[in-house]
């Protein structure tokens, strides 16, 4: 039985250091899929928000090729009302302020709807901004996430101190005190 104890303890030693060298091995592999894992988030991160920012600055060429059109509109009516009222005043001999009166009421009527075309184009813009800030938010928040985790650390100096203690035990369990306060194994 002698040699049985003289055998386990090394074997329970090496035990512990395959333990120790896995742990290690393992903890290195974690550690470069997460370098693969955050470089394919950022990278994913960085594609969504290009191609959102360029789908949000193509909404807003539109909107703005819209709004030219429409007050392009509204004025062309305007000057085509304001013509159509001196034609009609003309052919009805009104003038003077009655006609100055009718005409400033078309120009407040054009600028009032010019007005609330560049009123809707700014709420526009303002609307395409916020989606632009919540694009940005959420992408800056998965790579911020992934960036966030960590591989744990393997307690390299723990796992030594648990093999020495559990072969200290083992060697005290096997052996006892002898003559002289020497240590033998034990006889079973």
């Known amino acids: 039985m002698v040699a049985a104890a003289a055998v386990a ?8 250091l395959f333990q120790l060298g896995s742990s290690l091995r393992n903890n290195k592999k974690q550690a470069r899929y997460l370098t693969r894992q955050r470089a ?4 994913a991160a960085m594609d969504d928000s290009i191609h959102q920012f360029g789908l949000l600055n193509k909404m807003e060429a539109q909107n703005t090729e819209q709004a030219a059109q429409v007050l392009q509109n509204v004025l062309r009516q305007g000057a085509q009302a304001r013509g159509d009222t001196q034609v009609s005043a003309g052919s009805s001999g009104v003038s003077g302020n009655s006609l100055q009166a009718l ?10 709807r010019i007005m609330a075309e560049q009123s809707n184009l700014q709420g526009s813009r ?5 989606q632009g800030r919540q694009v940005a938010a959420r992408n800056t928040n998965r790579i911020n996430e992934v960036m966030a985790q ?9 796992q030594l101190f648990k093999i020495g203690t559990d072969m200290f035990s083992s060697y005290l369990s096997t052996t006892s005190v002898g003559e002289g306060g020497k240590r033998t194994f034990d006889q079973l």
């Not at 005409?103 to 009032?112: K, M, N, P, V, Y």
């Open 126 to 130: 303002d609307q395409l901004k916020e």
């Open 150 to 158: 960590r591989v744990p650390k393997v307690d390299v100096f723990g």
């Open 103 to 112: 005409e400033g009421d078309l120009a407040r009527q054009t600028l009032s």
């Open 40 to 43: 394919a988030v950022s990278k």
């Open 9 to 16: 303890m090394p074997l329970q030693a090496l035990g512990g």
